[in-house]
């Protein structure tokens, strides 16, 4: 393909088009989304931007730093689902703009920079992330720009230079670990210090990293000192919970054996997994060079080092994606110069096969066990799903069959993917996955309440962040809350299963009891027959809203 255009204000079309333009289309998802809304929400709404609290029970899971972005996003752009999103798209676009800066720098080929920049935006899991709520993506941005800076600086020539790259370091660490914590710091020392020692300029990571350390320290100190003030306790829940306890203990959350990543990582480059092979030869042919060598550091320590831990996430291995867009654009245009289509056109025919097995396994489902109804929006959305596969086939056709031309063409099938599949999805998964969108059609009467009460953190949370009230008691749930519940001030919060009926006869006294409920296991049936009867009902999916009026 024979860039025509200005490849920036093309990357910034492609931007607008694939992340911006889905973020209000669709509910919020369970069970990141409610969440983060919520907990950002509540900063904004209250003041409170030290110490994070969920539907107003201490949360502290992760520092402060990641939800004042999503709230920025709602203050700006209103408590909406544009605003809770707007976050992860921007940062999601400023590591693409990195890719496109730290190619530019690598190498000084216009082509390298664009295709290493549109292939970091078309990875599948990145651009699935761009339009999700959480914390990954703000996560991601620091990182990046942590070791693109250490490149400018290591790269340096002038000494103003290193400095002002060095102090660059510094503020995206600080911003990391506000963010999730750590990890932010031990990343680039994993691949700084391996580096330099095989470059042999250990001084220079001496002289200059206290800058970068002392720089870090100062941003993180006013929220540190301020956290520790307010929530004294912060600091041991956060550090042997969240670092420690998720690393190394067996009972850890999402616990997966060490091999996890090594899948998820050729899932996550769709679709230019194709490119893989090539990729990894190219990289070790030219080991010795420093760009390549400092890339393969990025992208081989920390996923060696996220392998290591009990607690696996498949969003984990995100800072390790944009060297590998940097390596496989590297390679791509190196194949493309070289006229050799081969493997570009074998990439095509797999993304190729992978379309039409997902084609012929939607028609047999439908056929057999059918994921959507018959009903007018039902079939809008089968033909929504229709169009994503038709789109993926056909330009991954056009890559197959013309590879030295269409090399890009597979971004558009992620692209229009990243659009579409959210609203193409059957009744059965968005009716029970987006809560919110099931509180949204009875606002009217859950505003009119005086109590509310969720079995789930997820659907109370969707209450919460909808009716703007963090007032909603835990039903026979605590989940990630456990910590939070056992302050004396949260403990009437939860609401045993002995208890409902007695708690719901008190609010009953005061005013409507807005009761959200998802019934779909044997405890949740259980947790549903202990309910009194009476009260409006009404049903979606595997949800249940009873509104219960006051007792005379």
């Known amino acids: 393909m024979t860039i025509r255009f200005k490849p920036l204000p093309l990357l910034l079309l492609a931007f607008a088009a694939f992340y911006l333009l889905p973020l209000g289309l669709h509910g919020l998802w369970t069970p990141d989304e409610t969440r983060y ?47 809770v999103r707007i976050a992860s798209a921007l940062t999601t676009g400023l590591s693409v703009l990195l890719a496109y800066v730290i190619a530019r720098r690598l190498w000084n080929t216009p082509r390298k920079s664009f295709a290493c920049a549109l292939l970091y935006l078309s990875f599948g899991l990145v651009a699935g992330q761009a339009g999700y709520s959480n914390l990954d993506p703000q996560f991601t941005l620091w990182v990046n720009l942590s070791l693109v800076a250490l490149w400018f600086a290591l790269d340096g020539t002038s000494t103003r230079g290193r400095l002002l790259a060095w102090a660059v370091v510094g503020l995206a660490c600080a911003m990391g670990f506000m963010t999730k914590g750590f990890l932010a710091w031990a990343l680039p ?82 679709p230019w997994a194709g490119l893989l092979p090539s990729t990894l030869r190219t990289t070790w042919r030219e080991k010795r060079q420093p760009a390549i060598a400092f890339l393969a550091l990025w992208l081989l320590l920390p996923l060696g080092f996220f392998s ?29 110069d070289n006229g050799r289509a081969r493997t570009i056109s074998l990439n095509g025919l797999l993304n190729f096969a992978i379309g039409m097995a997902a084609m012929i396994g939607l028609i047999y489902l439908q056929i057999a066990r059918p994921l959507y109804g018959h009903s007018h929006a039902e079939m809008f959305g089968l033909s929504l799903a229709f169009i994503v596969l038709l789109v993926w086939i056909l330009s991954n056709l056009l890559q197959a069959f013309r590879p030295l031309t ?74 990630e809350l456990r910590y939070g519940l056992q302050y004396a001030g949260s403990m009437h919060r939860k609401v045993e299963l002995e208890q409902v009926q007695a708690w719901i006869s008190e609010a009953r006294q005061h005013g409507s009891v807005g009761v959200l409920m998802r019934v779909n296991s044997t405890s949740e049936m259980r947790e549903a027959g202990q309910l009194p009867p009476g009260g409006k009902r009404y049903h979606k999916g595997y949800l249940e809203l009873i509104v219960y009026p006051p007792l005379q």
Not at 423 to 451: G, K, R, Y
Request: aromatic share 12%; net charge negative; hydrophobic share 50%.
């Open 37 to 83: 809304a919520q907990v950002s929400q509540e900063m904004l709404l209250s003041g409170n931007w030290v110490a994070p609290h969920y539907m107003g029970i201490r949360y502290f899971e992760k520092p402060a730093g990641g939800y004042w972005l999503i709230a920025l996003g709602q203050a700006v752009f209103g408590q909406n689902l544009f605003g």
């Open 189 to 270: 020392v994993l691949i700084a210090v391996p580096y330099m020692l095989w470059q042999r300029r250990l001084g220079e990571l001496l002289r200059y990293g206290p800058l970068a350390v002392g720089v870090a320290v100062l941003v993180c100190l006013p929220w540190v000192v301020a956290i520790h003030l307010q929530e004294p306790d912060f600091w041991r829940f956060f550090f042997w919970n969240e670092h420690i306890r998720r690393f190394s203990a067996d009972n850890a959350q999402h616990v997966r054996p060490w091999w996890f990543f090594l899948p998820i990582i050729a899932v996550s480059c769709l």
């Open 308 to 336: 290591l831990s009990n607690g696996k996430l498949p969003t984990y291995i995100m800072p390790c994606l944009l060297p590998l867009a940097l390596l496989m654009g590297h390679t791509l245009v190196d194949l493309l």
């Open 406 to 479: 269409l090399w890009a063409m597979p971004t558009l099938g992620i692209g229009l993917l990243v659009i579409l599949l959210p609203a193409s999805m059957p009744a059965q998964i968005a009716d029970n996955e987006m809560p919110d969108q099931f509180v949204l059609e009875h606002m009217n009467e859950l505003q009119q309440t005086q109590a509310l009460l969720a079995n789930s953190l997820e659907n109370a949370s969707a209450l919460a962040w909808r009716l703007k009230r963090t007032q909603v008691s835990l039903y026979d749930t605590e989940g």
